[in-house]
């Protein structure tokens, strides 16, 4: 009787880890399901990955300016191109929106945007890029799914400026500035610019990246 009582115990407590297990795998965050985005060849850990990135821009909030307000009020373009004042939640709402799938398919890309919202992430995304890259990237790759997708232009002759991350490119006729001030930079750009302006996440580094950014809009003189 102890010996079946005790086989009896030992398939409940495997039944219950399993059921436990399960629950771990399947316990994502509702906004996947609320808008409607399919995930593929994803990891457990790279859909936790993907979820820390969402939910650190959800949690922004603008604060106190940290720098000159003449200065931001001067440069500042998220409400003109984002529609709304800055702030994570409804940003966040904005990113999610614009993405109907995310696939892993790659080793080379940081985040790709294939086709009005099929994006794409590589290992570039999960392994070499700091938080403040990821969140950048993925807005950068949402614009692309708005209108005709704003498609890059090349770099005119003589572009003076390097890509940090690529620094075996040479940018001048690479695809890779726009003529558009409503394009993928610009948005890339003004976000930048208010976690700068507030003092968010690293305030150096996301100055740094403005200024990077802004550098590839190159509307036609």
Known sequence: MSMIRITILAACSFLLLVTLDLDTVSAREPYWEEHHIELSGLTEEQVLGLESTINQLRSLEPGELKINRSLHGRLSRFKELFGFPFNGKDLSGWLLA???????????????????????VGDFFFTKTTPLE????????ARHSDNDGYKHIRCPDGFKYISSRQPEMDLEQEAA??????????????????????GLLDQGEAGLLYNSSISRVVPPK
């Open 134 to 141: 990821k969140l950048y990237a993925l807005i950068h790759e």
């Open 177 to 198: 500035c726009d003529a558009n001030d409503q394009g993928a930079y610009s948005f890339q750009a003004a976000f930048l610019f208010e976690l700068f302006a507030y």
């Open 98 to 120: 614009r993405i109907r799938s995310i696939s892993y398919q790659n080793t080379w890309t940081v985040a790709v945007n294939q086709n009005q919202g099929s994006f794409m």
